[in-house]
């Protein structure tokens, strides 16, 4: 009985945040799959996008029990997502059809190396990147100005990481 509240009030919080980040709540369905566990499905339709970053701003005020699985998949819209994906609490992430844009913004950025890397399955199926010239010339690696071990590696603690099709 007790469990049920504690669900309850995880899940109308965790609601809450989600209804937030407007794209994200506007494109995708939230549901709980577990005791701690939610799955987020999103269909990324017409000119519509949604940003990573605002995804990171939302996982931030969750509490640090609960996983997240993330499902993208892309019907001509776009998704904002630096790689490596790294979010907190973001346990499994599937992308399917997309076209990526800033893939390549947070190479360089020293911040991504300290969000926990909590990626433990990862997916991508025909994708393809999006890259503006700056961006392709700013990512080059060069010796006062490395990329970070997050993009060097990737997810490190993942059982699972497969690309299909990724132009
Ligand atoms: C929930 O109930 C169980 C026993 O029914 C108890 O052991 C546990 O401490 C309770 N949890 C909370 C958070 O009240
Ligand atoms: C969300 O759920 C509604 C109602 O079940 C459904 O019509 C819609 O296609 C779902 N959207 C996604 C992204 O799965
Ligand atoms: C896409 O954007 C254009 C121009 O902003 C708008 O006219 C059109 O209705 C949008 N299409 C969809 C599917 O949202
Ligand atoms: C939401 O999507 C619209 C168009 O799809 C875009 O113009 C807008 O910048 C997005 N808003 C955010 C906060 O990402
Ligand atoms: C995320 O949160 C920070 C700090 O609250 C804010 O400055 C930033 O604009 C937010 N980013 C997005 C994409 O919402
Ligand atoms: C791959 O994704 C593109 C959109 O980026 C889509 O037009 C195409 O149909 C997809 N191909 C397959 C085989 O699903
Ligand atoms: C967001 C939220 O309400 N989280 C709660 C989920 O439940 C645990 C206990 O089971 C609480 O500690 C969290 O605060």
Redesign the pocket.
Known sequence: MNNSIETFANFSGVMNEFESIKNWSRLCNISQTGHTDFNIVCII????SIKLSEFRNFTDKISSNIRFDLSVTCEDGIIHFPWPFRADKLHRIYIKDCRIKDYRTDYKNPLIDSIPDTIKYLQMENVTTILRIKETYDSIPIADSPITRATECGPENAFSIIRRGKR
Request: hydrophobic share 25%; no cysteine; net charge neutral.
């Open positions: 339709i017409g000119n519509s």
